[in-house]
């Protein structure tokens, strides 16, 4: 039987995602609180692709393992880049050479990307054009931030431009982070260095006439920084049904929408949402307002405290009547003392006690 294969790309350093990517990779972000890997394991156990070989780092290795993800049922191998030696996003392709094997063409994923892309479709569009390279291409409103596509009729690129300057994109059709190789593709590609797919290796094969594009218009976002974050999860509130809510809480008002994970408590007199996603574990007070914001898991929020459109880490404790302003990072273990006011686009890193105001916008290292 034929075995479809998945090369993740989950061994980056996720900078803009900082201070919360210090202690965990982008790929096990809380999506809806669910990490994002758990997301693509689901969805390629639905398209029956049975092995998933996640190129990582030694750190990202070991987080990943420590969460013990559910795989419904997809074989997971590592294949590491070297100590020291991040492979960029095309080197760890080649170096999954002989795990992918020879015998069929593959999927590419990238690890930081939320994409509702039929992978059974792709595979198939793919083979009937016999194509060496197929790019998932999703059409979005600013493509400046992204590799930008320029398709011919049949669906060919012929021009491949990585991030290109605001108002010069020729379209608005973007690199989802979604590819399909044949195993030619090896021949294409370095040994034991680093580089980049999107800038060293797409536009020659659009050049070549060697990639082909497939369009989709399902739901997709990267989580490259907070505000991508943010939206992705505010845009699952609002489309998944049934939202898991917190048992035995009374006298505390919802705006929905709002999803709280296991264990979740909430005092009376508080008020959660909309667009609120609560991880597991977490305890709130009395009095407390959130909303527009994500709090992972096993966290504390005391009484009369008001969060907005934040995100806030692991474990953090935030003290009785703390203020946090909007586009705030708050990393896991932080302590906030009680009655401290935190202003808007504070960052905070991980296992700070702050005991006075933050008047201006920083990060706090
Ligand atoms: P920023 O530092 O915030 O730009 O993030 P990043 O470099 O982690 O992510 P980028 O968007 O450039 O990468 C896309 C995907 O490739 C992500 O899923 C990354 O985890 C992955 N990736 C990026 N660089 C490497 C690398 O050197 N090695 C491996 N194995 N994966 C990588």
Redesign the pocket.
């Known amino acids: 039987m034929k075995t479809l294969k998945a090369v993740?790309?989950?061994?980056?350093?996720?900078?803009?995602?900082?201070p919360l990517?210090c202690t965990r990779?982008?790929?096990l972000f809380p999506i809806l609180n669910k990490p994002l890997l758990q997301w693509i394991f689901e969805r390629l156990a639905k398209h029956k692709i049975t092995e998933a070989i996640l190129?990582?780092?030694h750190q990202?290795e070991i987080m990943i393992k420590n969460q013990k993800i559910p795989n419904y049922g997809v074989k997971i191998k590592y294949?590491?880049?070297p100590p020291r030696k991040?492979?960029?996003?095309g080197?760890?392709i080649k170096?999954a050479e002989k795990l992918v094997g020879y015998k069929e063409p593959f999927l590419v994923?990238?690890?930081?990307?939320f994409a509702d892309v039929d992978y059974t479709e792709i595979v198939n569009a793919h083979k009937e054009k016999d194509a060496l390279a197929t790019i998932a291409l999703c059409r979005v409103k600013d493509p400046s931030r992204y590799g930008v596509a320029e398709l011919t009729e049949n669906n060919r690129i012929k021009r491949f431009i990585e991030k290109p300057p605001r108002g010069t994109a020729p379209t608005n059709l973007i690199n989802a982070?979604v590819y399909v190789f044949s195993p030619k593709i090896f021949e294409s590609l370095p040994r034991g260095k680093?580089f980049?797919m999107?800038r060293e290796i797409f536009p020659k094969l659009a050049e070549k006439g060697e990639l082909y594009g497939w369009l989709f218009d399902g739901l997709w976002s990267?989580i490259?920084?907070p505000e991508d974050f943010l939206e992705i999860n505010k845009v699952l509130l609002t489309s998944v049904s049934n939202l898991p809510k917190p048992r035995n809480v009374k006298k505390c008002k919802m705006e929905e929408p709002v999803a709280c994970d296991e264990g979740v408590k909430i005092g009376e007199n508080s008020t959660i949402g909309p667009y609120t996603v609560i991880g597991r574990e977490t305890v709130i007070g009395k009095n407390v307002r959130i909303k527009d914001s994500v709090i992972f898991p096993e966290t504390v929020i005391s009484d009369f405290a008001s969060i907005e459109n934040t995100i806030i880490g692991e474990k953090v404790f935030i003290g009785k009547g703390v203020k946090i302003g909007k586009g705030c990072i708050i990393g896991d273990h932080v302590k906030i003392k009680d009655h401290v006011s935190i202003a808007n686009n504070v960052s905070i890193c991980p296992a700070k006690e702050i005991t006075e105001n933050v008047l201006e916008p920083t990060c706090i290292i």
């Open positions: 993740i790309l989950a061994g980056g350093f996720a900078t803009r995602l900082r990517s990779p982008k790929t190129a990582v780092n990202t294949s590491r880049d991040p492979l960029g996003t080197g760890p170096k994923l990238n690890g930081d990307i982070g680093a980049s999107e990267d490259g920084k």
